[in-house]
């Protein structure tokens, strides 16, 4: 089902990025109607901008509720699809797009400066630099409503076990219920994808200090 609000969103991002001479392997939107759910991937290689981070993911989560809820409060929206639908057009939910995230490390850069991976020395490294990280993240992330988590997988091998897929997640939350045009809320969610962009800058800095002291 057609997204208009969603999809101009989608479409001034793309635009934006393509402007920015931002290379964007992956730009993917999706639709799922058995959760009434809609969402745009965006997958940046960082390898070449970067020694120590691989690539950016950036996750942008929709649905019809806050499809209709927001068509519902901008003028000029009164014959979209999805305010036909009495279960959509009545609800009164809070119209905001769920953020997520993702900067995948390469934790190979980290063993290979070791002395010694036997036993659980790569493990251990990793978490000091996981731990270095998120030390100077709560320094410069201090004035933003943002939850950050890692997710990092376990292997092992014949000198013991180490961390693999080593990714830092963001989770925020943009709210439009403040906005009455497109452009509006265009305007907002560019200003807030270049705040990521600028706080990948960030990470790319702090991985490349903090991986001095983990190894």
Do not use: C
């Amino acid at each position: 089902m057609n997204y208009p609000i969603f999809n101009a969103i989608v479409n001034q991002v793309e635009t934006r990025l393509s402007k920015r001479a931002i290379e964007v392997d992956h730009f993917r939107i999706w639709t799922e109607e058995k959760i009434n759910a809609a969402g745009l991937e965006i997958s940046m290689d960082l390898s070449d901008r970067s020694n120590h981070l691989k690539k950016l993911v950036i996750n942008l989560d929709w649905d019809k509720f806050r499809e209709a809820s927001l068509a519902r409060q901008m003028p000029g929206m009164e014959k979209h699809p999805f305010l036909k639908i009495p279960a959509l057009s009545g609800n009164n939910i809070t119209p905001y797009i769920d953020v997520e995230t993702m900067w995948y490390f390469d934790e190979e850069v980290l063993y290979q400066k070791l002395d010694s991976t036997i036993g659980n020395r790569r493990m251990e490294a990793a978490s000091q630099w996981m731990e270095f990280i998120n030390k100077e993240l709560k320094r410069i992330l201090t004035e933003e409503n943002i939850i950050t988590r890692w997710h990092v997988e376990i292997e092992g091998d014949l000198h013991g076990r180490y961390v693999t897929d080593m990714s830092l997640i963001s989770y925020m939350q943009y709210k439009l219920d403040k906005f009455t045009s497109i452009n509006e809320i265009n305007a907002y969610v560019e200003q807030n994808i270049q705040k990521i962009l600028l706080r990948t800058q960030a990470i790319m800095k702090i991985a490349s200090k903090t991986l001095e002291m983990a190894a």
